[in-house]
């Protein structure tokens, strides 16, 4: 046992227009603090998941954390970046320094603000995050990165534009039950399969609805000690984390193999003393559809090549044996980079504690896997929760 998330707070995703990267923070600051019934003044550390790269002016955020409360200032307060995973490396850095004895009672916040920027920067932007001499000039984007995986798979594996579809529309279905998600829209599979003035070709074989959007939101939580959170009203256990960073360069590895992220589940999974079979649901790292397709791989539900078989078989349904991103992932919910892994963190939370959205939670739900990735499966971050009863 590693640390209790005790309350939490999750702004909805979308184009915030009237927001900013400051105002966000503030709200989610306040909010968590607020649900968990815990006083700035009892903070001992806060950590800030903040990916920026360019989408603010506002570099150097950590401190306006500060803003929500008085009783935050001269708090340590730090901000983390990696990539995509942004979100969870601060989650993961507040459980250390619960673990640690440094602290007990951390607030952890993760925000994003991508939609003030122009389409084109945000390509370049996000193309950050990739090797800059191999990939930077990729067109399109980082979709045009993972256009070129999904490529380098149908080569070696076939085809997989059906399963591609299967997942954005199961994605998409589930996102109507989330009223935090972007896209509350069930598209259906035959719109997700076919091209269309609505659903054109973004990169390789990846069309609109097989990317997550371009996104502004936050989510923030409050961890605690495990012993000082058996006393509060709520609190769900982070059993176990793992996290596995890989080599940059997408040409020093076999990239259909998203080896980082097996590493992570693995050392997870250990640590929690579990199998994947244990657990009632995962959220996943879909930024693009044939990312949740390698995952399944990667995190051992499938062998390697058959990802399609986890989805065309109904596994990974709401209602099947593994239900794989209940809230609609972040191809339905959004993806503000800096958000997305504190997100995710809070919505295993709600449905572990019982308080998911009518619509979204899963029955009887008793053990959590999030898996959290930044890059092309470099930054690789595994949490396994569960509620404390
Ligand atoms: N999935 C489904 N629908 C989407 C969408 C997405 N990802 N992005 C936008 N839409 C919808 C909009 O809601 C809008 O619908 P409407 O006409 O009914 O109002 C329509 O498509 C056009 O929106 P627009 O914003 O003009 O689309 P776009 O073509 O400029 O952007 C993408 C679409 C896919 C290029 C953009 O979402 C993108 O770049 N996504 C990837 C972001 C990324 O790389 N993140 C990092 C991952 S590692």
Not at 273 to 294: Q, Y
Not at 360 to 369: F, K, P, V
């Amino acid at each position: 046992m590693t640390a209790s998330i005790v309350g939490w707070a999750h702004t909805p995703f979308g184009k915030l227009g009237a927001e900013t990267v400051e105002s966000l923070v503030v709200k989610v600051a306040t909010d968590a603090l607020a649900d968990a019934g815990i006083s700035a003044g009892d903070v001992d550390e806060i950590v800030l998941g903040h990916f920026n790269a360019g989408f603010s002016a506002q570099d150097f955020t950590a401190s306006l954390v500060l803003q929500a409360d008085p009783e935050l200032r001269f708090k340590p307060a730090t901000r983390v970046e990696n990539a995509c995973a942004t979100g969870s490396a601060a989650v993961h850095q507040g459980v250390r320094a619960i673990a640690s004895g440094a602290a007990k009672i951390v607030l952890v916040v993760g925000v994003e603000q991508m939609t003030h920027t122009p389409g084109l920067e945000v390509g370049r932007n996000l193309l950050r995050a990739s090797y800059l001499p191999e990939d930077g000039d990729t067109p399109g984007g980082f979709a045009g990165v993972f256009g070129k995986i999904a490529q380098a798979y149908f080569q070696k594996y076939g085809d997989q534009s059906d399963a591609l579809a299967m997942i954005a529309a199961k994605n998409h279905k589930n996102g109507v039950a989330n009223p935090y998600a972007q896209i509350r829209r069930d598209f259906g599979y035959d719109f997700c399969r076919s091209e269309s003035e609505k659903n054109p070709f973004v990169a390789g074989p990846l069309k609109r609805t097989d990317c997550s959007p371009v996104s502004d939101g936050a989510a923030a939580l409050v961890l605690m000690d495990v012993e000082t959170a058996r006393s509060m009203r709520r609190a769900v256990n982070i059993r176990a984390t793992g996290h596995a960073q890989d080599f940059l360069p997408m040409s020093k590895r076999n990239i259909l193999d998203f080896e980082g992220c097996t590493v992570a589940w693995q050392r997870a999974l250990a640590k929690a003393g579990v199998t994947l079979s244990d657990l009632s649901f995962v959220e996943t790292h879909d930024c693009f559809t044939v990312a949740e397709l390698i995952e399944y791989e990667a995190m051992g539900l499938t062998p390697k090549g058959q990802g399609a078989r986890a989805i065309k078989e109904g596994w990974t349904r709401k209602d099947g044996k593994l239900p794989i991103n209940p809230s609609g992932g972040l191809k339905a919910k959004g993806h503000p980079i800096g958000a997305t892994g504190v997100s995710m963190h809070v919505l295993s939370a709600m449905q572990l504690a019982g308080e998911a959205p009518e619509g979204m939670q899963i029955r009887d739900a008793r053990l959590a896997g999030i898996f959290n990735m930044g890059g092309t499966a470099v930054a690789n971050y595994v949490s396994i929760l569960e509620p404390v009863r």
